[in-house]
């Protein structure tokens, strides 16, 4: 209970104060509590105090058991070494792996399997990298961290990765001739003519070894205690021609061949059959929409008989360009061209019509056809004027003689020189024979012999010849 009293102070003021009275039971009962509640939290601080104790004894025994050896709780690659000295696990880790590095690895591919053994390969263990590591795994930090680790494993196992490389020469060298026995090539469509039809063979696609996903796969494979099968990842190899590719090509030859085609000139006409023009394709390669592709077409060459059937009555002769002369002044007549067969153009326009269902009808295409000897080669000799002239002085002989000399004189004129073309005499005249007229007459065969030869008296015309064109200037 509570009193509140009041009592004068010695100036006469008054003095405010509050007296708690207690219960002496309930002052019993919490001086007792407060005992209990101190007597708990010592027991309970004495008993972990006591379990830190017991574990810190108890890992510094374990770490002490486990001196110099694999912690329990650590594998390498699936291999338990817990417990293991480093020289023991050593030697048990380097059985494993030899036993391993002994069995190939199979690879396989749809009924085809190879064997390979993973040195073959590049694949390298380092067996005392792996055990250090195991090793280190309770030992690499402070004791703290240590201890917290050991405790750890017991609930926690860990496995260890083995240590080692791989060989890039050697993987790569082995996917190389992998893939040379394992790929196989696409095949494009093609277009083939056979007897006058076109063969269209389909396309096939190729496969190749996957080599970045087999390498993948493999380097960890290596680096395990695992020999087992494995599956060639292989990728499509599409062919760049495909056989819808064709399709328009096959197509367009078969609208070709499906009937004849008339070709016409003025009042000419030839039908060309159907077998005719199967005989005239070919296959060219063009490149369509960025694809190269089999176009048939009509060749000109293939067409050449048909040409020679035709050409004569589509034909126009040229006229050569030609000189006249009064004797004094000579000039220019001026040549004229021709029309001949244009092959090309002709192939062009019977493909066109062939190209067509109907109005299967084309025109003979002609070009100019330049004579032989031009205006402008003509006018490009420059021959104008009179040079020079010469005369000998007649002899008349025999009638033999003046045979031999009307008959070389018909040979040896109107022959025209390109500028620095060589007139040789006796190429122009020919040979002296009966058949070409010749008679027999006297002819120098000797120093002063004179003898009956065929062509005797000739070299008048020669003589006569030189010495105009010396008179000229000529060479």
Request: proline share 5%.
């Amino acid at each position: 209970s509570h009193l509140v009293s009041f009592r004068a102070s010695k100036n006469g003021g008054a003095l405010l104060g509050l007296n708690n009275r207690t219960n002496p039971q309930e002052d019993r009962l919490r001086r007792t509590g407060r005992r209990r509640r101190r007597s708990t939290r010592f027991k309970v601080l004495v008993g972990v105090g006591a379990l830190v104790v017991a574990i810190a004894l108890v890992l510094v025994i374990e770490a002490a058991v486990s001196s110099n050896k694999v912690h329990p709780g650590i594998s390498v690659s699936g291999i338990d070494l817990g417990g293991l000295t480093e020289d023991e696990a050593t030697a048990s880790l380097a059985k494993h792996v030899s036993k391993t590095q002994s069995s190939p690895i199979t690879l396989v591919s749809g009924n085809k399997g190879w064997d390979v053994m993973p040195t073959e390969i590049g694949g390298s263990v380092d067996v005392a990298a792996a055990i250090s590591a195991a090793m280190a795994v309770t030992r690499e930090s402070n004791i703290f961290v240590d201890m917290g680790r050991r405790w750890k494993l017991y609930f926690s196992k860990v496995d260890m990765p083995l240590q080692g490389s791989v060989d890039t020469a050697k993987m790569d060298a082995f996917l190389f001739d992998l893939a040379r026995e394992v790929d196989v090539k696409p095949v494009n469509a093609s277009l083939a003519l056979e007897n006058g039809k076109i063969e269209l063979t389909e396309h096939r696609d190729g496969q190749a070894v996957d080599q970045e996903a087999l390498r993948d796969h493999l380097v960890p494979l290596l680096l395990s205690l695992h020999s087992t099968e494995v599956e060639i990842p292989l990728v499509t190899v599409g062919a760049e021609v495909k056989t819808e590719d064709h399709k328009p090509a096959l197509d367009r030859a078969e609208l070709m061949i499906s009937a004849p085609v008339t070709l016409t000139n003025d009042e000419h006409s030839w039908t060309v059959t159907a077998d005719e023009i199967a005989s005239y394709l070919e296959l060219e390669s063009q490149v369509v929409d960025g694809t190269p592709t089999l176009v048939p077409v009509l060749s000109s060459a293939k067409m050449s008989p048909l040409f020679a059937k035709i050409e004569d009555a589509v034909a126009n002769e040229p006229v050569n360009a030609s000189f006249q002369s009064d004797g004094k002044k000579a000039w220019v007549v001026e040549g004229k061209p021709g029309e001949k067969l244009d092959p090309e153009a002709t192939a062009e326009a019977l493909m066109a019509a062939a190209l067509r269902t109907t109005a299967r009808t084309a025109n003979v295409a002609v070009m100019e056809a330049e004579p032989d000897f031009t205006t402008e080669e003509a006018e490009a000799w420059g021959i104008k004027d009179l040079l020079a002239s010469y005369a000998t002085t007649p002899y008349y002989g025999s009638s033999n003689r003046q045979v031999n000399v009307r008959i070389t004189t018909k040979y040896a004129e109107n022959v025209f020189l390109a500028p620095g073309e060589v007139y040789d005499f006796d190429k122009v005249v020919g040979p002296r024979t009966p058949e070409r007229g010749y008679k027999t007459a006297p002819g120098i065969v000797g120093q002063g012999i004179l003898e009956d030869v065929y062509g005797g008296g000739i070299c008048q015309v020669s003589t006569t010849l030189f010495n105009a064109a010396f008179e000229a200037g000529l060479e």
